[in-house]
């Protein structure tokens, strides 16, 4: 039988029940949590993933979407090539 | 005998967890989550090239810890060593990495001065231009910061080490020979308190009236994309203070030196983005079509001379345990927690007597 693998964050191949299992390890804050893990740092940073996984933690602390928050956000937005960035001014 | 350890970071935790090896009670503050501070925000070089003298034999320990503990705590630390390389790129610093070999021979440390040329040899892609001159020790590489500090969290929650995180120290008062330490609205006693608040040092210190004034420091990182395993060593220029190596994710993990701020400020600049990327496609060309992924900043002390603060204050049972400094908090922190350790546990440790807090 194929075992049910829910994907939650692609980036990262990871699934409901490795997010799951980190909460259990004691990475229960969201900040924690996408650090063991490793969701919302791969390509999309957190675009695709952060919903399923702020949800995820919601049901397993009871917490409130509100209580956890989100991941502090990073520039850039999106992914911009080191060339690109590499043509900008500087004092 | 109760210690109260303020900042769970890598010398904080390295501190409370060879304090609870030998049985001590140790109880863990830290004013965010794991990794919020320096020790989770750093490029993870660890190598014993570094610039002071006094700290090789503390580098070259740590090493051996981070040898060691994974299998003590159980948590691998993700240890790469593929060695690391310094570059100067003008003379004068050419003649530093020269007398930095020469430091680390007297030690019987093998390492050894190399021609950009021989760089391109170590990695393929390397820019001969961006360089004159460069050294290579094959000890050390780049460590993952993160499951270090996990690891040293869970080997000191194992030896019964009460690690509170959301914990801001608020206030510390002196109770006779003891300490009374308000977190939360609530109160703790100790024997002792070590400060090992990194950046916010200055800050805890001030909280028993010592004026620390060790420098504060912003650094700036970022990462790309992952790719295969493609740069192995860590790779620090000098003189422009850029370094770059990859991740054991595969991310091109790289920053620039960080400058001396007047208050601690973990903001991104597009300045930075613009220098990195503009410093590490002249050092290796094919880096140019990654894209970033993400930056961000981190704050970290230095003791105003240079040198890192570990030892007794002035305050009986005040301990300081911060001002590690540039390049270096990850390469001797391990080390730097297990003899101040022992300096609280006996009441001196003539080892860490250079970074005595009273010398200033």
Known sequence: MVK????????????????????????????????????TTGACQGKGCLMHIVRILSQKTGKSPDEIGITTQRPPVNPVPLYILSEGDVE | MKV?????????????????????DVTVFEQKYLLYGASGRNSGGVSPMVDR?????????????????????????????????KLASDEGDAEKIREGVSVLRRFGISSKVISP??????????????????????????????????????????????????????KIERNGSRFTVHVNGEKY???????????????????????????????????????????????YDITSGLYVTQTARGEIIGGITGKSVDRIDTSSTVEFAVRYAKGVTRMIPKLKGLAMLRQWAGVYDEGRDGLPVVGFTEIDGFVQANGLGKHRGMMIAPALGKELAKLIERGENSAIKKFDPQRF
């Open chain 2, 53 to 85: 003298e006094e700290l090789i034999p503390f580098a070259l320990e740590s090493l051996r810890l981070y040898d060691t503990l994974p299998s003590e705590v159980n948590f691998n630390f993700l240890f790469r060593k593929n060695g690391y390389i």
């Open chain 2, 117 to 170: 040329e021989e760089v391109k040899e170590i990695i393929p892609d390397f820019n001969p231009d961006s360089a004159v001159l460069a050294s290579y020790c094959r000890e050390g590489g780049v460590i993952f910061p993160w499951p270090v500090v996990w690891g040293l969290a869970r080997g000191c929650r194992e030896n019964g080490v009460e690690i509170r995180t959301e914990a801001r120290v608020e």
């Open chain 2, 4 to 24: 109260g350890v303020v900042g769970a970071g890598v010398m904080g935790l390295s501190t409370a967890y060879f304090l609870s090896k030998s049985g001590i």
């Open chain 1, 4 to 39: 049910e693998r829910k994907i939650v964050c692609r980036c990262e191949d990871l699934t409901e029940e490795e997010i799951v299992h980190a909460i259990e390890e004691g990475y229960s804050d969201l900040e924690s949590l996408k650090r063991y893990t490793g969701a």
């Open chain 2, 189 to 235: 006693e100790f024997d002792f308190v070590v400060n090992s608040a990194g950046a916010w040092s200055n800050e805890v210190s001030r909280m028993v009236g010592i004026e620390q004034n060790n420098m504060i420091i912003k650094e700036e990182v970022c990462v790309t994309e992952s790719i295969k395993p493609y740069i192995n060593p860590y790779i």
